[in-house]
């Protein structure tokens, strides 16, 4: 993603304003669905990347799409009006969350599976959770069919990887010697 040091920058100082106001969480809300708004959306994110259409139209469009943001993420969009930087609000969204979480003591746990987590497996994923990590946790599922099955868990730079995929790979390494 582009220019993630300006996002950076926004992020810490939209995160400094709703701090201040008592409002990070509620913007820690917005920050999500507008991420995931984005990501999801190809036409609203061709919109934001387009550079052809006037700052003005963008922050309109964003106003009304996010109508129900706090006064805070408003005052984003008017920041990147200003600055004429609507096409990094996606990785402005995304850093705001990474430091939020980090500011809770919150660690992400990116969790790859060969299909969707079921309940089943979210229990397992977080009972060995709890064996690598004492802090609070957010899941991150990432599906690769590639896997075959099982699941692949990192957090921070520790991985264990539980997956088919590898212990098919061990067994070829085995078998090979």
């Not at 550079?51 to 109508?67: C, H, S, Y």
């Not at 802090?135 to 088919?164: C, H, M, P, W």
Request: avoid cysteine.
């Amino acid at each position: 993603m582009a220019s993630t040091r300006a996002a950076i920058r926004y992020a810490k100082a939209i995160l400094e304003i709703a701090e201040s106001k008592g409002v990070a969480v509620a913007v820690s809300e917005d920050m999500n669905s507008i991420a995931s708004t984005i990501n999801g959306n190809l036409e609203l994110s061709t919109f934001i990347q387009n550079p052809t259409l006037k700052v003005e139209v963008k922050e309109n469009a964003l106003l009304e799409v996010f109508a129900n943001t706090n006064s805070v993420t408003k005052m984003l969009f008017h920041l990147l009006f200003e600055n004429k930087r609507f096409e990094i609000l996606e990785a402005i969204a995304l850093e705001y969350n990474n430091l939020f979480d980090e500011m809770n003591g919150v660690e992400v746990a990116k969790v790859t599976t060969a299909i969707p987590m079921d309940a089943a497996l979210e229990a397992k994923v977080l009972a060995k959770i709890a064996t690598l990590s004492d802090k609070k946790i957010t899941i991150e599922n990432i599906v690769d069919a590639s896997i075959i099955g099982g699941f692949i868990l990192r957090i921070g730079d520790k991985q264990y990887n539980a997956s088919i995929a590898n212990r098919l790979q061990v067994l070829k390494r085995e078998l090979s010697n």
